[in-house]
């Protein structure tokens, strides 16, 4: 089992950059495919960007894909994922998600293991 926290979110200008990160602990994170959803007010989850166990593939949603970068450290089990350029639809709580496997998945029940989220607001 791994257990996955958020952190970094918070309030932030539009056009700025915020960098979120997600610390792992208990199960060897290596092992892990991890990825990043967001979920906004009264919308359902949604697939933000996901990295291989080793950090040489990534993905990324249409709505992020050149502003975002995701990547991970084995080391240190931290995925961290980097937004610029934010617009107001970035607005949502972010989540950390695991999952076993090498298949990149963007349905969000297609990974069992989750953080608690960080809210990132983004406003003017």
């Known amino acids: 089992q791994i257990q996955l926290v958020e952190s970094g979110g918070g309030l932030a200008q539009i056009g700025g950059s915020l960098r979120l990160s997600c610390a792992a602990s208990?199960?060897?994170?290596?092992?892990?495919?991890m990825a990043w959803f967001r979920q906004a007010p009264g919308k359902e989850r949604e697939f933000v960007a996901a990295?291989?166990?080793?950090?040489?593939?990534?993905h990324y949603a249409d709505s992020v894909d050149g502003r975002t970068t995701i990547t991970r450290d084995n080391d240190k089990s931290t995925v961290d994922l980097l937004m610029t350029e934010l617009i107001p639809e970035d607005t949502a709580v972010y989540y950390c998600?695991?999952?076993?496997?090498?298949?990149?998945?963007?349905?969000?029940?297609?990974?069992?293991?989750w953080g608690q989220g960080t809210q990132v607001i983004v406003s003017s």
């Open positions: 990295i291989s166990q080793s950090g040489v593939n990534t």
């Open positions: 208990g199960d060897s994170f290596r092992k892990f495919f």
């Open positions: 998600a695991a999952k076993n496997g090498v298949m990149l998945q963007t349905t969000p029940s297609q990974y069992p293991s």
